[in-house]
């Protein structure tokens, strides 16, 4: 079965642009979740989305925000960005409930601003 | 909050020997899982063994296998018969399973180098 799909997979914007990432998860996982990757911070989670609707939320100021549609594609979004938003953002789909299954991880998409 | 700590940055090993990586953890739960991801120059975070903190028993997948120390709050990743392929950064993560936060807390991460 096809894997977790993130578009576009490099990104070159200017400071003050905006940016739409979008991510298709596996098909029949319900949950969409969001993490950045830098190197000094590590990976840290943005959000996560449940059946369109947005369940839980990381320490990232409003300029990052996310949407879910029906068919579970996602999209993240940052406004006015800067510098430091350069890094890969990597989606990760699942089935959503409290069991173990692990997350399915796209090959992120690689955000570099100048 | 809960923390994941991994103190090992770079780690290198042999071919066909064994290294473990080390994990700790910081949580005030008691109901949680546990997992090592793999991430190669391909990026894509791919999920190597998972433990349910519930389970005493160590999981085991192929050559890869965890000591999960509950009451230390140790999780260690074992890799036997060390391939070539198996160099990539491991994440050590935390997910508790009970409240409605999903999310996974990483650790820094491990590099692992693997010598011919």
């Known amino acids: 079965k096809a894997g977790v799909t993130q578009t576009p997979r490099y990104l070159i914007k200017t400071r003050g642009q905006q940016v739409t990432l979008s991510c298709s998860p596996i098909?029949?996982?319900?949950?969409v979740s969001w993490y950045q990757q830098t190197p000094g911070q590590g990976l840290q989670f943005l959000f996560e989305?449940?059946?369109?609707?947005?369940?839980n939320k990381g320490n990232f100021p409003g300029r990052f925000s996310g949407r879910q549609f029906s068919n579970s594609r996602s999209e993240m979004n940052v406004s006015t960005l800067e510098l430091g938003d350069s890094a890969l953002y990597l989606c990760?789909?699942?089935?959503?409930?409290?069991?173990?299954?692990?997350?399915?991880f796209g090959s992120g998409t690689r955000l570099t601003v100048v | 909050a809960q923390t994941v700590t991994q103190s090992q940055p770079e780690m290198s090993v042999q071919e066909a020997e064994t290294v473990t990586l080390s994990c700790t953890y910081d949580?005030?739960?008691?109901?949680?899982?546990l997992f090592w991801y793999k991430q190669p120059p391909s990026r894509q975070m791919i999920l190597v063994i998972r433990?349910?903190?519930?389970?005493?028993q160590n999981a085991t997948e192929n050559r890869f296998s965890v000591n999960f120390q509950k009451a230390a709050k140790s999780f260690s990743l074992k890799i036997s018969d060390s391939q070539l392929g198996d160099a990539a950064m491991y994440f050590c993560?935390?997910?508790?399973?009970?409240?409605?936060?999903?999310?996974?807390?990483f650790g820094k991460g491990t590099l692992l180098t693997v010598n011919p």
């Open positions: 990760a789909s699942s089935w959503g409930d409290r069991g173990p299954s692990g997350y399915t």
């Open positions: 098909s029949g996982h319900r949950s």
């Open positions: 989305y449940f059946s369109e609707t947005q369940r």
């Open positions: 949580t005030s739960e008691s109901d949680y899982y």
């Open positions: 433990q349910e903190a519930y389970k005493q």
């Open positions: 993560a935390y997910r508790f399973r009970g409240g409605s936060n999903y999310k996974l807390t």
